[in-house]
T-cell receptor, first 114, second 114 residues
Framework: GDSVTQMEGPVTLSEEAFLTINCTYTATGYPSLFWYVQYPGEGLQLLLKATKADDKGSNKGFEATYRKETTSFHLEKGSVQVSDSAVYFCALVGRGSTLGRLYFGRGTQLTVWP | KAGVTQTPRYLIKTRGQQVTLSCSPISGHRSVSWYQQTPGQGLQFLFEYFSETQRNKGNFPGRFSGRQFSNSRSEMNVSTLELGDSALYLC?????????????FGPGTRLTVL
């Protein structure tokens, strides 16, 4: 079945450091891929998405490229800020009989120190 | 426009009791999904409703049930509560089921079972 595997962390970085959070997926076909972010005490917010192979999603300085060859969707940011501290979830959306259902990775806790 | 609202935000129950959680989707959204978030299992899909019909169901026991009303508001019910049901329950809404339709999450209901 469909599934997502992501680096669990926690990840601790200094401000302005480079961030990579790895994410790989298993699915039939080529599902749309997402990164969600969860700040303390809040629900999930969509950070970025990509709907087909080689698409690059980007938002707020974060980027991720849909790589079908490696079934990956790694999240990157060139210079993190303290305000980026949150939990990041990689996800894919089901198709066919599970259309619309989101499959999440376990989440990666990111802490950025000033 | 208003986001997804969930009530109550916090709930404390004892084992054996039952609980009902409510979710009001964004105006115009007709699809509502429910997810359970725990430290041990991460984010797990419970079920999805569209036009008052359950379209998808995750792998949860029959104690977990839900429904959707004609105004798209949704409720989920958990009967005979167990300690392991303690979790953050998240509701998400989208215009309709679809692989590319963004799902917007509410802040969640934190359920504690004593």
């Amino acid at each position: 079945g469909d599934s997502v595997t992501q680096m669990e962390g926690p990840v601790t970085l200094s401000e302005e450091a480079f961030l990579t959070i790895n994410c790989t997926y298993t699915a039939t076909g080529y599902p749309s891929l997402f990164w969600y972010v969860q700040y303390p005490g809040e629900g999930l917010q969509l950070l970025l998405k990509a709907t087909k192979a080689d698409d690059k999603g980007s938002n707020k300085g974060f980027e991720a490229t849909y790589r079908k060859e490696t079934t990956s969707f790694h999240l990157e940011k060139g210079s993190v800020q303290v305000s980026d501290s949150a939990v990041y979830f990689c996800a894919l959306v089901g198709r066919g009989s599970t259309l619309g259902r989101l499959y999440f990775g376990r989440g990666t806790q990111l802490t950025v120190w000033p | 426009k208003a986001g997804v609202t969930q009530t109550p935000r916090y709930l404390i129950k004892t084992r054996g009791q039952q609980v009902t959680l409510s979710c009001s989707p964004i105006s115009g959204h007709r699809s509502v999904s429910w997810y359970q978030q725990t430290p041990g299992q991460g984010l797990q899909f419970l079920f999805e409703y569209f036009s008052e019909t359950q379209r998808n169901k995750g792998n949860f026991p029959g104690r977990f049930s839900g429904r959707q009303f004609s105004n798209s508001r949704s409720e989920m019910n958990v009967s005979t509560l167990e300690l392991g049901d303690s979790a953050l329950y998240l509701c998400a809404s989208s215009l309709e089921p679809g692989s590319d339709n963004e799902q917007f999450f509410g802040p969640g209901t934190r359920l504690t079972v004593l």
